[in-house]
């Protein structure tokens, strides 16, 4: 089992320029999630799926969209990248709905916005 | 209101030494779980303990053990006899139920002096 893998671990981008961010698990779980972790923030919640084909908001979600494609994969999606988004993205996964289950989290993604 | 709080930026143990690292919560829900995680200098997410807001006996796993106050809202998490490797940060987080967001605090930064 790999878990929760993620691609690419590092990317440079220019102000400006588009990018997806690409997470997937084997471990069967419904939920899925996209962070972002900032230095003195810690993790902030992006956008979650509850399920496949629901997806909702969570604290931070302005300049991104996401795509859960299948019970296995969601997608993060920068437009138009800017440099406040400059920060290490985590994808991670856990069983829906209870509270007893833990996340399982992906190595993350050390983006940087030029 | 933060849900989670962590109110200690950085600690410092002897190695060999017991450490208590901080956690309060702020929820209304009556089920709800809090957990531990660790986040070496590697940068991957690694879930160290779980406790369950009806569960009566402080979790324990190997080393770590959390401290569980309901009526205090505070989930500390201690770290007996301290190794090297424990240098990290620690965050806490909490998962209301039935749901699907996770809330994480800001984090401490343990160091463990030889």
């Known amino acids: 089992n790999a878990g929760v893998t993620q691609t690419p671990k590092f990317q440079v981008l220019k102000t400006g320029q588009s990018m997806t961010l690409q997470c997937a698990q084997d471990m069967n779980h419904n939920s899925m999630y996209w962070y972002r972790q900032d230095p003195g923030m810690g993790l902030r919640l992006i956008y979650y799926?509850?399920?496949?084909?629901?997806?909702d908001k969570g604290e931070v979600p302005n300049g991104y969209n996401v795509s859960r494609l299948n019970k296995r994969e969601f997608s993060l999606r920068l437009e138009s990248a800017a440099p406040s988004q400059t920060s290490v993205y985590f994808c991670?996964?856990?069983?829906?709905?209870?509270?007893?289950?833990?996340?399982?989290f992906g190595p993350g993604t050390r983006l940087t916005v030029l | 209101a933060q849900k989670i709080t962590q109110t200690q930026p950085g600690m410092f143990v002897q190695e060999k030494e017991a450490v208590t690292l901080d956690c309060t919560y702020d929820t209304s829900d009556q089920s709800y779980g809090l957990f531990w995680y660790k986040q070496p200098s590697s940068g991957e997410m690694i879930f160290l303990i779980y406790q369950g807001s009806y569960d009566e006996q402080n979790a324990t796993e190997g080393r770590y053990s959390l401290n569980f106050q309901k009526a205090r809202k505070s989930a500390n998490l201690v770290i007996s006899a301290s190794q090297l490797g424990d240098s990290a940060m620690y965050s806490c987080a909490m998962r209301e139920g039935p749901g699907n967001q996770f809330y994480f605090g800001t984090g401490t930064s343990l160091t463990v002096i030889p």
């Open positions: 799926s509850a399920s496949e084909g629901t997806t």
């Open positions: 991670a996964s856990s069983e829906w709905g209870r509270s007893t289950d833990t996340q399982y």
